[in-house]
């Protein structure tokens, strides 16, 4: 069944990084903001990167993106997906990135994990022209990484 991305971006005048993830999660969905799921450790691994304390609620998720220049959101508009797996993902829409790219001077995007990186690849490189910069998925499903390894691996975001 086709899922729409129910999440704007976020993004102000201010951002220099893009993040993209692939599609948002069951879980993200439901609770209407980015990495949504507790056991998903993109806002420890981000937080660990900037120095800051782990935001919470969706206010301090989005100040402490916009405070630290990052934009957010996800290579996909729609998909097929069943559950939050990456690997069932098709009939795929792409997500229109040029709103951001007008409106932030963004100087590097970062994909996070592998299918986010091959979605961006495949669908929006040949539009945006600016290679990502992949790095590991910050997913429970990736659990050969650490938290100390994703720290390392995310400074770049820096």
Known sequence: MQQVHPIPPVFDA???VLVLGSFPSVKSRETGFFYGHAQNRFWRVTAAVFGCPVPATIPEKRAFLLKNR??????LAACDIDGS???SIRDVCPNDLA???AAAPITRIFTNGAAADALYTHWQLPIVGIPAVRLPSTSPANAAWSLERLIDAWRVIR
Not at 70 to 75: E, H
């Open 70 to 75: 990052i934009a957010l959101w996800d290579v």
């Open 85 to 87: 797996a990456d690997a």
């Open 99 to 101: 709103p951001i790219l």
């Open 14 to 16: 201010d951002s220099t």
